[in-house]
């Protein structure tokens, strides 16, 4: 297997144990008792640039999120943050501009991975085509 393609599969390993490793942090981060539970709802919105760490970006995800009913409880760190609101918002969420439960600001991961893989065949191609015709 060509270095380029076991790097790449390396990557989406690592990233594949951060992830993990976040949602598992997240559960242990969250526990609710029943109390708790009773006519709320809870959702973790994300950024995979790290957005949350200026001041103006975790404002301006707060004032969209008051939209649908949503109130932060907490900021983990610069990349999640936790948002709860009551049961009963459900019922405006027809008339909202956005989805309510939205859970990415900014690039979307599927986005970001689409991206990576194009510029990983860009390189492969790249090097491919300077091995190649090099010599000639």
């Known amino acids: 297997m060509p270095a ?25 981060m969250t526990a609710y008792n029943r109390e708790d539970l009773d006519g709320w709802e809870f959702k973790i919105v994300r950024s995979i640039s790290g957005k949350f760490k200026k001041h103006e970006a975790i404002q301006r995800v707060c004032q969209e999120e008051a939209k649908a009913g949503w109130e932060l409880m907490e900021k983990f760190d610069d990349y999640r943050m936790r948002f709860k609101r009551r049961v009963e918002m459900r019922s405006r969420d027809q008339f909202l501009e956005t ?20 510029a990983l065949i860009i390189i492969i191609a790249v090097v491919f085509f300077v091995t190649r015709f090099h010599g000639r």
């Open 99 to 118: 989805d309510p439960y939205r859970t990415n600001v900014g690039i979307n991961p599927g986005t970001l991975g689409m991206i990576g893989v194009a």
């Open 4 to 28: 380029p393609i076991i790097m790449s599969h390396v990557g989406v390993a690592v990233a594949a144990a951060a992830r993990a490793r976040m949602r598992e942090e997240e559960e242990n």
